[in-house]
T-cell receptor
Framework: EAGVTQFPSHSVIEKGQTVTLRCDPISGHDNLYWYRRVMGKEIKFLLHFVKESKQDESGMPNNRFLAERTGGTYSTLKVQPAELEDSGVYFC??????????????FGSGTQLSVL | GQNIDQPTEMTATEGAIVQINCTYQTSGFNGLFWYQQHAGEAPTFLSYNVLDGLEEKGRFSSFLSRSKGYSYLLLKELQMKDSASYLCAVTRYNTDKLIFGTGTRLQVFP
């Protein structure tokens, strides 16, 4: 069974440009999460989808970040325009959820975003 | 608010036992996870504790005391491949999101 996959693995862009990150969750997982780790800090929650609906987007830093999950399958996270402080590793995770008796989150390897 | 503390770095010798502690202060606590993360890779699930006590899984065990806001991850018979970061994360009622500590970087030496 394929795990959570993220693309690209690395992205280097200039300040003011746009970047779109993609996450493909494990098949059958309704729950999809985005997290971010800024250098030297802890992994922080960004938002949570249940199928195609945003369940919780309390961690989104500002309106330069837009997450979508059309059709309830893969998700994209767009940063427009990117700022220097957006640099970090963006992780995606998916889960069956407590409703299915399994609260484990399965993570992707992350996208390393560098804004210059 | 939430506060999760764990040591930044630890070292140990191959074959030894190491205990990584995690203390937390969070309202509505509803369980604690431990994840392992090798450099450049995805965090992988190790354990989940919601009730007080010890959960053993092979060489790894995890303990939780809800009254003390304390957990530890115990790694036995250390191997070189156990060199990684170990992440403590808590969940709260009515939400599935994880709140992470900064992680403990463990280095195992021969």
């Amino acid at each position: 069974e394929a795990g959570v996959t993220q693309f690209p693995s690395h992205s280097v862009i200039e300040k003011g440009q746009t970047v779109t990150l993609r996450c493909d969750p494990i098949s059958g997982h309704d729950n999809l999460y985005w997290y971010r780790r800024v250098m030297g800090k802890e992994i922080k929650f960004l938002l949570h989808f249940v199928k195609e609906s945003k369940q919780d987007e309390s961690g989104m830093p500002n309106n330069r970040f837009l997450a979508e999950r059309t059709g309830g399958t893969y998700s994209t996270l767009k940063v427009q325009p990117a700022e220097l402080e957006d640099s970090g590793v963006y992780f995606c995770a998916s889960s069956l959820g407590p409703g299915q008796g399994d609260r484990r989150l399965f993570f992707g390897s992350g996208t390393q975003l560098s804004v210059l | 608010g939430q506060n999760i503390d764990q040591p930044t770095e630890m070292t140990a010798t191959e074959g030894a036992i190491v205990q990584i502690n995690c203390t937390y202060q969070t309202s509505g606590f509803n369980g604690l996870f431990w994840y392992q993360q090798h450099a450049g890779e995805a965090p992988t699930f190790l354990s989940y504790n919601v009730l007080d006590g010890l959960e053993e899984k092979g060489r790894f065990s995890s303990f939780l005391s809800r009254s003390k806001g304390y957990s530890y991850l115990l790694l036995k018979e250390l191997q070189m491949k156990d060199s990684a970061s170990y992440l403590c994360a808590v969940t709260r009622y009515n939400t599935d999101k994880l709140i992470f500590g900064t992680g403990t970087r463990l280095q195992v030496f021969p």
